[in-house]
């Protein structure tokens, strides 16, 4: 499977700015965070030229775009790999979304399961065993 942003195949390093890749340093979306700024130590006036990106061919983008390369590399770029959704209960790949709400889910779902997917029909029994087995 190939990333559904930049094509790269499953193991390859992402193009990058590629909305997929993520960042090394903390994990997030490395197009949307702000490690750039604080790995960098970006001036103020280097913070705007990367906040107003237009062009990396542009100075003092063009620095500041290869010292950012620089820092990845160094880092460590984490390359593209595909990990298909699945219930975390029944291994169903790819459920069907659905909502409640965070105090309805705090309720029914374990601590250390809450970041995890949860099916509807998984979700449904866990609700429905938790409040057949009160006291």
């Known amino acids: 499977m190939n990333c559904r942003d930049c094509a790269v195949k499953e193991g390859e390093l992402h193009k990058l700015f590629c909305l997929k890749e993520i960042c090394p340093f903390c994990n997030g979306q490395l197009a949307a965070c702000s490690c750039i700024h604080t790995v960098l130590r970006l001036t103020p006036e280097e913070s705007k030229a990367v906040d107003e990106y237009v062009d990396d061919f542009q100075e003092p983008l ?74």
């Not at 309805?104 to 399961?113: G, L, N, V």
């Open 62 to 135: 063009k620095s500041i775009i290869q010292r950012w390369k620089d820092a990845l590399s160094l880092k460590g770029r984490i390359p593209w790999m595909h990990y298909p959704l699945l219930c975390s209960k029944c291994g169903t790949l790819y459920p069907k979304f659905f909502r409640v709400s965070d105090e309805e889910w705090k309720k029914y779902i374990q601590p250390d399961m809450r970041d995890t997917i949860i099916c509807e029909v998984c979700y449904k029994y866990i609700k429905e065993s938790t409040d057949g087995n009160k006291d």
